[in-house]
């Protein structure tokens, strides 16, 4: 099976920075987009990174110029760097992936694309 571990987060104080990371492990062949997204008490989930297997990276508008994007493809990492981070930057950070893995289900194995999610890790930026 295919996970999503995440790595990094905890508290920070503003204008501090920290640095995210995610690794996917398991029976997996190919990796798309990998990113990050985030999600705050009573809001939506919300982009703030992803980048394609090619490296172009885009960024949320509400992190752009303070947060970098990168991925190793062969450790199959893919990290979040940021940067003046701010209280409305608190929020579950989740790591996402799109992988072609293997599956097995009741002694079936399947090869398919499929969306993956980490189990989030919590950010808070508090004085």
């Known amino acids: 099976q295919v996970h999503l571990v995440e790595s990094g987060g905890g508290l920070v104080q503003p204008g501090g920075s920290l640095r995210l990371s995610c690794t996917a492990s398991?029976?997996?062949?190919?990796?798309?987009?990998m990113g990050w997204y985030r999600q705050a008490p009573g809001k939506q989930r919300e982009l703030v990174a992803n980048?394609?297997?090619?490296?172009?990276?885009e960024y949320g508008d509400s992190v752009k110029g303070r947060t970098t994007i990168f991925r190793d493809d062969p450790k199959r990492m893919v990290s979040l760097q940021m940067t003046a981070l701010k209280p409305e930057d608190t929020a579950v950070y989740h790591c996402?992936?799109?992988?072609?893995?293997?599956?097995?289900?009741?002694?079936?194995?399947?090869?398919?694309?499929?969306?993956?999610w980490g189990q989030g890790t919590q950010v808070t930026v508090s004085s």
């Open positions: 996402h992936a799109q992988i072609l893995g293997a599956t097995t289900t009741q002694g079936v194995t399947e090869i398919q694309w499929s969306d993956y």
């Open positions: 398991g029976t997996i062949f190919n990796i798309n987009d």
């Open positions: 980048i394609t297997r090619g490296g172009a990276a």
